[in-house]
């Protein structure tokens, strides 16, 4: 059996190498080999937000390396689904593997549907319901389109039933959260990124084109961790999307922000670690929090990772600046409650494999 699987963004890589893990495994112990080739379309492209994680994390190197980054959402994903076209009529896969819902997601989907290649989604289900969201659409075409669906969550799978999966004709399978696998992995492995000082700290990450691309939202959300900052060091790893931004619109940040570079996976594994709290408006980082027993203040309005705020773990805050605080003084004196177990048991990886060899 062949498999390609389609990677552009930083947490696809983290994806990407539990199953490349679980197919190295399962060849080391079976006659029925798999054989994976990886497309990186080259989304993330910076050595910090794209090599770094195939060194530290033992990914296999790229077969394809498309280097399509920095266009507009329809210019990327039409050159995307163009390049990846050409390489499944080259490598005739029996399955292209897509994960989350970023532009990569869909333009592998698309590419393989019309070949009349079998498309697996890893993270199908999730929804936001805010279709102003590229990821949004994203995720919900990819879902309609994919031949299995590999749901996190009952929630997903409760999505997908409500969208009538059952009169589709996908397979849905629940399996747990692969990225819940990369945390008990890699957690002994984490690494102390250069340069962070002692001391207890609240890690921040901020890159969502809804909070960057307002200088209202992004100036309301600087502004919180400033306030936040002069009671506690926050730690913020600067994505390159937002950094452009801050100095477009002049956001002057204050001196006990540590602004660090993009980090990779070991060393956002060692700041999830030692954190106290997160503030974030990632999906990933959201999740990421509740394995490592953190709380989470979710700079959007709403999350796809529903569960999370359902449990009160995952508070929503969007770019509301004295919200964003307030919250955060509540959550330094209130006890929450992590031993729900919301994503598996992190034994995904191998769910899935099962799943694309007997499908």
């Known amino acids: 059996m062949k498999i390609i699987t389609i990677i552009g963004a930083r947490p696809q890589f983290v994806k990407a190498a539990m199953v490349s893990k679980a197919i190295k495994e399962h060849n080391e112990t079976n006659q029925n080999k798999v054989s994976e080739i990886i497309i990186h379309t080259g989304q993330h492209f910076d050595a910090n937000m794209s090599d770094i994680f195939f060194n530290q994390m033992n990914i296999p190197k790229p077969d394809y390396d498309l280097g399509i980054n920095s266009l507009t959402h329809g210019a990327m994903t039409g050159q995307m689904l163009e390049k990846i076209e050409k390489v499944i009529l080259d490598e005739k896969p029996d399955w292209v593997l897509v994960y989350g819902d970023t532009n990569s997601t869909i333009a592998g989907a698309l590419a393989a549907k019309k070949l009349h290649v079998k498309v697996a989604h890893v993270e199908a289900g999730l ?33 997908l039933e ?17 990225m819940l696998d990369a945390a008990n992995v890699y957690r002994e492995k984490s690494v102390k990124p250069e340069g962070v000082s002692e001391g207890t700290f609240v890690l921040s990450t901020i890159h969502r084109a809804e909070n960057t691309d307002s200088k209202e939202k992004l100036t309301a959300i600087f502004s919180a961790l400033s306030q936040i900052a002069s009671k506690e060091k926050v730690i913020l790893p600067l994505h390159p999307r937002t950094k452009s931004y801050l100095e477009k619109y002049n956001i002057e940040l204050s001196p006990s922000i540590e602004i660090i570079a993009p980090v990779g996976y070991l060393e956002m594994i060692w700041l999830l670690a030692n954190c106290s709290m997160v503030i974030t408006d ?15 203040i979710t700079a959007r309005e709403e999350t796809e990772w529903t569960e999370l705020v359902e449990t009160d773990v995952n508070f929503l805050a969007g770019s ?11 959550l330094k004196t209130k006890e929450l409650d992590f031993d729900t177990k919301l994503y598996g048991d992190g034994e995904t990886r191998g769910l899935i494999l099962k799943e694309l060899i007997s499908y």
């Open 162 to 178: 409500k969208e009538g999966s059952t009169n589709i004709g996908y397979k849905v399978v629940r399996t747990g959260d692969i």
């Open 127 to 159: 929804r936001s319901f805010n279709n102003k969201m590229p990821e949004e659409i994203n995720r919900i075409l990819t879902d309609r389109i994919s031949d299995i669906l590999f749901c996190p969550t009952a929630t997903a799978v409760t999505n």
């Open 282 to 296: 990632s999906g990933g980082v959201q999740k990421e929090a509740y394995f490592f027993k953190k709380p989470c």
């Open 320 to 330: 509301n600046e004295s919200l964003i605080v307030n919250t955060y003084n509540e």
